[in-house]
Nanobody, 115 residues
Framework: QVQLVESGGGLVQAGGSLRLSCAAS????????MGWYRQAPGKQRELVAS???????NYADSVKGRFTISRDSAKNTVYLQMNSLKPEDTAVYSC?????????WGQGTQVTVSS
């Protein structure tokens, strides 16, 4: 089973930046699409950004122009660069690997943006 470990969360002021990392236990990018999701207290989990095995990216409208998803195949790591952070970005951020036969999730990392 693929194991995913997120890191890089923390407390940041509005307008600041953070870079989240998701380290995978094996090379999977050629056969999996990767996604960053977030869930705020009392809210539904939402897809923030994704990157397909072919490298195509997609973003939620709420983060477009501020967040960037990328990957480093040599390090088996996918990143989420978050700039111009807003208080409404506060949530637990999780990464996921989507295979044709199932999805694997990391444990999540907390991002808190103060006003």
């Amino acid at each position: 089973q693929v194991q995913l470990v997120e890191s890089g969360g923390g407390l940041v002021q509005a307008g600041g930046s953070l870079r989240l990392s998701c380290a995978a236990s094996e090379n999977i990018f050629s056969v999996a699409s990767m996604g960053w999701y977030r869930q705020a207290p009392g809210k539904q989990r939402e897809l923030v950004a994704s990157i397909t095995s072919g490298g195509s990216t997609n973003y939620a409208d709420s983060v477009k122009g501020r967040f960037t998803i990328s990957r480093d195949s040599a390090k088996n790591t996918v990143y989420l660069q978050m700039n111009s952070l807003k208080p409404e970005d506060t949530a637990v951020y999780s990464c996921a690997a989507h295979r044709t036969f199932g999805t694997y999730w990391g444990q999540g990392t907390q991002v808190t943006v103060s006003s």
